[in-house]
């Protein structure tokens, strides 16, 4: 038996322990025997020490945020000790009405709004339409705006609010629902000179971006939410909102949050009067 190899050091370590338990052998023959090193029959590995605080920690989140899957926790846990920053996958293209390429990498933030909608109901059974917007380039979550029913000039006046405060894109994303291809809206939006894109009829991968992002709303809160009111849904889909841009890993962001908050630091107080204090103390 000499030299004989009898598969993996683990399965060799229990094959020493057993002959020299039914054998008697020493254990330096059984490994010479068996062609197991010494110096790895008596390794002990030791789990760090960490370890229990880490599966804690896992544990604790998973059971907060249970459908983000193991990429978006292992991201949290990542944030919360080392930061590993991820490569951006690559992005492909999506095809313009009209047969030409547009390649969906914009440049800056600002450049390709996407905006569609998510259906839901209330307990009692009621409708919940809840228009969704975002900035492909952040994927930041610009607005939901969620209503019984919505209509164009619902969507006018909340793209209307929107370009208020963060400025016209260059390029507005949709389907070729009425709320978005009515004249209203088309005239609005050419006066502003902000680019349509309709994406073709029955190919919604065109607009895959808000696609994607609608699919996480849908799975990882509104599925497991009830509402029992309008208002109640309002105030906890916009909780839900703020969380995905300000804390929610993204994969496409490096396992970063789309919009994470920025905390400025507190500045020193400004001791130049300090010199005038003191002379007019001395006088």
């Keep these: ?131 969704t917007i975002i900035d492909e380039f952040t994927r930041e979550c610009l607005a939901i705006d969620v209503a019984r029913s919505i209509r164009s000039i619902d969507v006018l006046q909340t793209l209307a609010k929107l370009f208020l405060d963060r400025g016209a894109p260059e390029y507005l994303r949709s389907d070729n629902g009425p709320e978005m291809t009515s004249a209203l809206i088309r005239e609005w939006l050419g006066e502003l000179e902000v680019q349509t894109l309709f994406i073709e009829p029955g190919s919604p991968w065109e607009n895959g971006y808000v696609g994607s992002f609608n699919g996480r709303l849908q799975d990882e809160f509104l599925n497991g939410a009830i509402f029992y009111t309008l208002k109640e849904a309002k105030i906890l889909i916009e909780q839900w909102r703020r969380e995905y841009n300000g804390f929610r890993p993204h994969s496409s962001q490096g396992y970063r949050p789309p919009a994470p908050e920025t905390i400025m630091p507190m500045t020193p107080r400004s001791r130049s009067f300090e010199p005038a204090k003191t002379a007019l103390a001395l006088t």
């Design 1 to 131: 038996m000499r030299g004989t190899k009898t598969g993996g050091w683990s399965r060799r370590r229990r094959a020493v322990q057993h002959v020299c338990e039914k054998l008697g052998a020493s254990e330096r023959r059984a490994c010479r025997v068996l062609g197991q090193p010494r110096s790895t029959q008596r390794y002990r590995a030791s789990p760090p020490s960490d370890e229990p605080k880490l599966v804690s920690r896992m544990i604790d989140l998973a059971r907060v945020y249970g459908r983000y899957g193991y990429r978006r926790i292992t991201a949290l846990l990542r944030r919360e000790g080392l930061r590993v920053p991820k490569k951006q996958q690559k992005r492909g293209r999506l095809w313009m009405t009209d047969g030409s390429c547009l390649r969906l990498r914009p440049e800056y933030r600002n450049q390709v709004w996407s905006y569609d909608f998510v259906a839901d109901r209330t307990a009692n059974g009621h409708p919940l339409k809840n228009l």
